[in-house]
């Protein structure tokens, strides 16, 4: 009680020096509940009114958009910078207040910026320009375009560029003046950016009307006609029926209710109740309620016909200028063959991407059965097992980018050498075994698995990209990927490279080709084919451990990561032949194309694309069993 | 040469049928429904399912032991039976549900309407109202019960064919049949394809018409079905790979290109066996769900019939009996250790749970017997029978090895 | 409490070989769990498992309940949806446990619930789901769509301006539920066919890239993009991750999730997903000292002041106290008294509220917005007044004629057209 009264006496004390703004003290006092409990609807007229009371007025507002802003027992507003707190209204430092912090969500964050911003626009500070520019790119208003106007050109070059162009969007969308709109239309005609097609295409939103004349000083975009691929007959009647042209015409449930709604003594229209189940008896039953008029006549397909006939449909432009939406029109008619072609490139470049991961998930299952006839179930596991290294050396070290450098050869390592322990104990026994080796990877995998479970539990574990493999690579608005999967297009170059030159242009890749070829020969030649398939495994599951990491990157790490990419992994390689390094590519080149080009037509369903993409391989598999590119010799006969 | 009756050449089929009829007994004696009640109805179910299971790798047998196929999408077929057979008793029950409760209307329902009001019921729930053109057939239990076999004998013959035709073999097939699997999984994942997506089909131990019999007798009804499904296919199956016939599907096992060059078709043979198989593990599918209650999409996700392949690989390919056993021990342990029941092991330091140590120690048997027993549990009876495998006296393996001899590829 | 005693209890328990000693006098009540602790589910359920032996200890602490001690007995049911109904059955008639709370998912519920309502159980279910369900033997302690998703789509409009909406999810019922009511429910608020984008992907979806381009080409309207996610478990950690690298800010496209909470957010590196939003009933950064005491507790119980708290955990609470309450107030842990019994059961939640069960089986809950933060909290920037679930949306045309009333009209699917029950069973 005595704490209250203590607080009492100090707001009183701190009310006195408050009058230096008291158009402020005012506008805190009776808008109390709305500043703790904002609302972006209806927070604007307060917002505009603070913004009036001067600069200690703007810098409430930059504080409460900062969630700066507190609010003490008493009802002060303090701005809260660190340790300390100073009142919002007299700018003195408040000592001892625990203010409640006030936290207005995104939208009234928005609007206050908003408010602030045209002050910004020509801030000494670069920073704080740039934000300005920012905001006013996401939500311009007309003040915003008088603004940018009437502020000093801006010197440095690349946000005075940013500037101009958001000046050209905001003149299309608020000048007063057509022509000035139009000018800056057909000044930004040909662009793809997103922006330029938001402020175009509101500019061109229709609005479908059904009139028996033309519709007299509207901006009409077309006339439809009726029966045409884009206006069917049910449209027109749709249309109609919602206008209230036609009566609607009689549903199923309607007649029911209708029907349920007149028997008397079991019987309706002279047919008994018992018999309705039958759609016949009940058309009877209605035709009869409809002649003895208890129920109104339903619409006839004549009246739908004969007002089908007398009725012309219009779109129209919600914009009345005509000169704008002809500009505009005409400026996205220009970009239109561009944008298909740039969306076309963006989507090569996901299929690219998406290849290069298969790519990279594959390549060592396909060293290992090209060279051994070895399917390896537990290669997922493999993957697995390198993305959690990568996880385990973030931990240890914490700098990203050490980090990742040093779990690239410890994620090689570890699967390296699991992968020869694997081929010591259980792959060299089961030679010649080729379905039993299958099965028993598989026993290796599903302990694997479990066995990352109980080390790493169940929870995603983090796995983050350094700050300089962060973002994406952007040409514009429709085509930009991102750096961490060109990193991983890069990566299986590297490998792919690597690969080549171990095969072609060294020892181990002579002996690697001669055992492949045919392993009783190279065996007389002094090769030792244990040894070579021993490191033929270890490398391959090395290349499946970074593979790990890669992915690790840019998707979840689980343990069931490498069950994910397994049967995919699968798939490239048979599809593309086995024991041919430019096959996997090809493998992993037409599943992920063919990924991406099905997921195209059909966005709203990611399951359907992966569906379909299976099931062609099925087939493609049944015409070419031996992949793209099919091993020749007597290699292929093994 | 004067043959032999079947029951001769086959005495393992008398001690199987003789088990299973011994086994059904008593758990009929023991039972909640007929008898002491010792074993509740849950357990009896379980029992039921394994029967099933078991059935499944018996087909699964013919496939692989028999005729070399690793196929590794079985399980789309008995998942397949399953959701023929579910159609049916989620339709059925639902009419049922749905005649009631209109009947209650002043007017009744004109058969569209019942139409329309069962598909709301079932499609309902996954935001869907129209009954999907695969439906069609649903509300007959007999067309249902034809298509538990067309379909998945159907999607065989045609999968089968188009692989074996393009001489698709070994680990090739394998992946082909994992593939195709998949395939069906994710489509059946999808709401669109009418099968209600993730959900699947539940409520499937409800047997419309049977309302009034309870859970504790339809039961023991089913492991008797199970039961009887599984002795009548144990003597065919027995009856296939014991005859002439059986001797073909061995010798293309064993060696593919030379039985083509001695003249048999090939092709006709694998495709006459992995169509059965399919039927077969399709009816044990259709036994299988409507105890379990509900099947979905995961059901056919590819580690199933992978599953499928270590039961029967623990249990002894080739070996009919052998696999039965297999899969009704791994399935069983499974359960069990997975199901929390199975005691801790109290090590220094640590504590093994079974729960989260039991995959590993599954995984790791299965590569053991991979490598030291590939007969499996069925070579212990091999061993006691004295089958032992031919000596070779060192000859070479066939064209596939080359010169290798049998020491060296045993090195 | 003796920390080391209670651990033994857990452990003994967690291996299914109950059988301690309590203080009190009598046959123990027992209480079964039914919550996956192996499988994919297991993250999610084990955390629910822990929350209930908690309760089943402090309870104890208290005196037990009708001077009867508590005793929990817990199965797995391995993440498998078969296996959801064959425990559940060794649950009530093997074990003859008293009640049973359980299940995550919606397809394990919907397996479990022809197994309740044939055997009389009763369960207490304790994850927001789809609705369009209302079973006598199950009480729906987490939210229906009325209080969460369609909440949160008004905060999108009203307070972000959201005008074009992309609804993202996993490919299963509940997303695909949610995503028809809010569907129906953007079509009633007048938004047109066209701005309403709806992409399902597969479980564990890694390759986003081409779902992140598609929601950033939505603007190109002009109108304000939103994204509500039902998108589920790990999947949403290559989602963000996607979303940060094409540079989606909060501010330009913001996200609302329906099933990330401070759980999922702790496999992911939170730094550029700042601002982008959650909606529960419940934040572990909720300011009230009822709360500051559970996590206390729960942090106690579990030895490791790092685990966090969510939704499910709380709903797992409240329907705990629920029902003892009702066991209270009937005097007997006898399935059809305590149902009727727990219809009006006012409790306390952690949000500085009250939960009251409703006629249909539903909590009355009020709905929390939060901003993620950096820290992987979440600031809560609206909480709206206690909503009562309505287990049948209003926004289906099927769905908007039916209601639940189970003590009144002994009905979970009751037609206010016809005023007849459509089925006393539920839909599976």
């Given amino acids: 009680m005595t704490c209250r009264l203590i607080a009492l006496l100090l707001s009183l004390f701190l009310v006195l020096p408050a009058a230096a703004n008291p158009a402020l003290e005012a506008v805190i006092a009776d808008h109390l509940d709305q500043i703790e409990r904002p609302s972006r609807r209806t927070v604007e007229p307060l917002v505009a009114q603070i913004a009036a009371t001067g ?19 008493t009802g002060r507003l303090v701005i809260v910078a660190g340790d300390g707190a100073t009142d919002a209204v007299t700018g003195q430092a408040v000592r001892g207040a625990d203010p409640k912090m006030l936290r207005p969500n995104a939208g009234v964050r928005g609007v206050i910026e908003s408010a602030l911003v045209a002050g910004e626009v020509s801030s000494p500070d670069r920073a704080r320009r740039a934000a300005a520019l920012a905001s006013i790119a996401r939500d311009g208003t007309p003040e915003h375009l008088a603004a940018l106007r009437a502020a000093a050109p801006d010197p440095d070059p690349a946000l005075a560029a940013r500037r101009a162009r958001i000046e050209k969007l905001l003149a299309i969308r608020f000048d007063a003046d057509p022509a000035a709109r139009v000018a800056a239309i057909q000044d930004m005609a040909g662009d793809v950016g997103l922006d330029f097609r938001a402020a175009l295409n509101p500019l061109l939103a229709t609005r479908r009307v059904a009139s028996t004349e033309e519709p007299q000083g509207a901006n009409i975009a077309g006339e439809l006609r009726v029966g045409s691929a884009d206006f069917p007959r049910e449209a027109a009647v749709a249309l109609l029926t919602a206008q209230g042209l036609i009566q609607p015409r009689l549903t199923a449930a309607d007649q029911r209710n209708a029907l349920a709604a007149h028997i008397v003594d079991g019987r309706v229209g002279g047919v008994s109740a018992a018999e309705l189940s039958d759609p016949q008896a009940r058309d009877r039953a209605y035709e009869a309620l409809e002649g003895a008029g208890t129920v109104p006549p339903a619409a006839t397909e004549a009246e739908t016909e004969a007002a089908l006939a007398d009725i012309r449909f219009f779109d129209i432009f919600a914009e009345p200028e005509a000169a704008v939406t002809d500009a505009a029109r005409a400026a996205q008619r220009g970009a239109e063959w561009r944008l298909v072609a740039m969306k076309g490139i963006d989507l090569g470049l996901d299929a690219l991407s998406l290849a290069s991961i298969y790519f990279l998930a594959a390549i060592g299952l396909a060293i290992t059965f090209g060279v051994m006839r070895v399917i390896n179930m537990a290669h997922g596991e493999f993957i697995m097992m390198g993305a959690y290294t990568g996880y385990v050396a973030q931990t240890v070290i914490a700098d990203r980018t050490l980090s990742l450098v040093a779990a690239l050869p410890l994620a090689f390592a570890v699967t390296f050498a699991a992968g020869v322990v694997l081929y010591r104990l259980v792959i060299r026994h089961l030679a010649h075994r080729p379905l039993e080796t299958l099965l028993a990877t598989f026993g290796v995998s599903i302990a694997l698995q479990q066995l990352a479970k109980n080390i790493f539990g169940t929870q995603a574990r983090p796995l983050t990209a350094p700050a300089w493999l962060e973002g994406a690579i952007t040409l514009n608005d429709v085509v930009s990927i991102s750096t961490i999967r060109v990193a991983i297009f890069g990566l299986a170059l590297l490998f792919l490279g690597l690969f080549l030159i171990i095969m072609k242009r060294t020892r181990l890749g002579l002996e690697v080709r001669a055992v492949t070829q045919n392993p009783g020969m190279a065996a007389s030649m002094g090769i030792n084919p244990d040894r070579i398939a021993m490191l033929t495994f270890g490398l391959g599951s090395g290349i499946a451990g ?15 990561l490498g069950q994910q990419y397994i049967v995919q992994s699968f798939m490239t390689v048979v599809v593309g032949g086995v024991g041919n390094i430019w ?4 493998g992993a080149g037409l599943i992920g194309v063919l990924s991406k080009v099905i997921e195209s037509f059909n966005p709203s369903n990611t399951l359907a694309a992966q569906t379909f993409m299976i099931l062609f391989i099925v087939i493609f598999i049944q015409f070419r069993p031996r992949g793209i590119i099919p091993q020749r010799g007597r290699a292929a006969e093994a | 040469m004067t043959r032999q009756p079947f029951i001769l050449r086959n005495p393992s089929a008398l001690v199987v049928l003789a088990l299973l009829a011994a086994f059904t007994l008593a758990v009929t004696l023991m039972s909640a429904a007929y008898g002491s009640g010792v074993i509740p109805t849950s357990t009896v179910k379980v029992l039921g399912k394994t029967l099933c299971l078991a059935l499944a790798a018996l087909a699964m047998d013919l496939v692989w032991g028999y005729l070399g196929i690793l196929s590794l999408g079985q399980m789309a077929f008995f998942a397949l039976g399953g959701y023929m057979i579910g159609q049916w008793l989620m339709y059925a029950r639902t009419e049922a549900i749905v005649a009631a409760s209109l009947s209650g209307n002043p007017i009744p329902p004109t058969a569209q309407e019942l139409r329309e009001a069962v598909a709301n019921q079932i499609f309902g729930v996954v935001g869907s109202a129209d009954l999907p053109l695969v439906w069609s057939f649903a509300h007959s239990l007999t067309a249902q019960l034809v298509l538990v076999v067309v379909v998945p004998g159907l999607l065989a013959l045609v999968f089968g064919w188009l692989a074996f035709r393009s001489r698709v073999n070994g680990v090739y097939l394998s992946i082909l049949t994992q593939a195709m699997t998949l395939a069906l999984a994710l489509w059946l994942f999808q709401n669109d394809s009418g099968f209600r997506g993730n959900n699947g089909l539940s409520g499937l131990q409800n047997i419309p018409g049977l309302d009034g019999v309870g859970q504790a007798r339809l039961s023991i009804w089913f492991l008797w079905a199970s039961a009887a499904a599984l002795a009548l296919f144990y003597v065919l199956a027995a009856w296939v790979v014991g005859g002439k016939f059986g001797s073909v599907i061995r010798a293309i096992r064993d060696d593919e290109t030379r039985v083509r060059f001695l003249g048999y078709p090939v092709e006709g043979f694998k495709l006459a066996v992995f169509t059965l198989a399919a039927m077969i593990t399709a009816i044990a599918g259709a036994l299988y769900y409507p105890q379990a209650g509900i099947i979905n999409p995961a059901e056919l996700m590819p580690i199933a019939s992978i599953y499928l392949a270590v039961w029967v690989a623990i249990g002894g390919r080739g070996r009919l009996y052998g696999v039965m056993i297999g899969a009704i021990v791994v399935s069983l342990l ?16 640590y504590t093994v749970n079974w729960v989260d140590w039991w995959q590993v120690a599954l995984g790791l048997c299965f590569v053991l017997v991979t490598l030291f027993a590939p007969k499996g549990i069925a070579g212990i009876f091999d061993r006691l029978a004295g089958i032992l495998p031919p000596r070779r006296h060192g000859r070479d393996l066939g064209p596939d090895q080359g010169a290798l001899q049998e020491q060296e590829a045993k090195a | 409490m003796n920390r080391t005693i209670s651990a033994a209890a857990v452990l003994a328990i967690s291996t299914g070989l109950a059988g301690i000693a309590w203080a009190q006098e009598g046959e123990p009540i027992k209480i079964g769990v039914l919550h996956s602790l192996s499988g994919t589910m297991a993250i999610s359920e084990t955390t629910l498992k822990d929350t209930v032996l908690m309760m089943v200890e402090r309870q104890n602490a208290k005196g037990g309940l009708l001077g009867r001690p508590l005793e929990a007995v817990v199965v797995d049911p391995a993440s498998d949806w078969p296996l959801f109904a064959e425990k559940a059955r060794e649950l009530l008639t093997v074990s003859e446990v008293d009640v049973i709370f359980g299940a995550w998912t919606s397809v394990s519920r919907k397996s479990v619930l022809p197994v309740l309502e044939e055997l009389n159980g009763l369960m207490f279910y304790p994850v927001q789901y789809e609705g369009e369900e209302s079973s006598k033997n199950v009480i729906y302690t987490g939210a229906a769509p009325n209080q969460q998703a369609i909440p949160a789509v008004d905060y999108m409009m009203e307070e972000l301006g959201v005008e074009k909406w992309a609804l993202l999810g996993t490919d299963y019922v509940y997303p695909r539920t949610t995503n028809n009511i809010l569907d129906a429910y953007l079509k009633d608020k007048g938004v047109a066919v066209a701005d309403i984008f709806v992409n399902y992907t597969p479980f564990g979806h890694s390759d986003w890239s081409k779902i992140v381009a598609d929601v950033v080409a939505l603007g190109a309207d002009g109108k304000k993009v939103g994204v509500v996610s039902t998108i589920n478990g790990d999947a949403n950690v290559g989602f963000y991750k996607e979303l940060a690298a094409a540079g989606v800010s909060a501010e330009d496209i913001p996200v609302i999730a329906f099933s990330v909470g401070e759980e999922e957010l702790s496999g992911l590196d939170t730094t550029n997903l700042v601002g982008h939003l959650a909606a529960w009933n419940y934040f572990q950064s909720a300011d009230t000292p009822e709360n500051a005491a559970f996590i206390e507790e729960w942090h106690k119980f579990i030895g490791d002041d ?9 709903a797992t609470m409240i329907g705990f106290s629920a029902w003892v309450a009702a066991v209270e107030k009937a005097g007997t842990t006898d399935v059809d008294p305590v149902l009727d019994a727990i219809v009006g059961v006012e409790v306390p939640n952690l949000t500085g509220g009250t939960a009251t069960v409703l006629p249909n089986h539903h909590l009355t809950k009020p709905v929390l917005i939060g901003e993620i933060r950096a820290d992987g909290q979440f600031d809560i920037v609206s909480q ?19 209601d639940a009333d189970w003590p009144g009209k002994q009905c979970g699917m009751f037609n206010t057209q016809t005023t007849s029950c459509v089925q006393v069973q539920s839909n599976y």
């Fill in chain 3, 306 to 314: 790092k685990r966090v708290t969510n939704d499910p955990m709380e």
């Fill in chain 2, 334 to 349: 499974s359960s069990w250790f997975t199901g929390g029941r199975a005691p801790s092991i109290h090590l220094p330091g």
């Fill in chain 1, 583 to 586: 096959g996997t590519l090809a």
């Fill in chain 3, 384 to 402: 709206t007044e206690p909503v009562p679930g309505d287990a049948w949306t209003d926004y289906l045309p099927e769905s908007a004629v039916l």
């Fill in chain 1, 55 to 73: 600069p200690e007025g703007l810098g409430l507002l930059s504080a409460w958009a900062g969630r700066a802003l507190g609010v003490t027992e």
């Fill in chain 1, 546 to 560: 970074i593979a790990g990491v890669a992915i690790g990157l840019f998707a979840q790490v689980t343990s069931e």
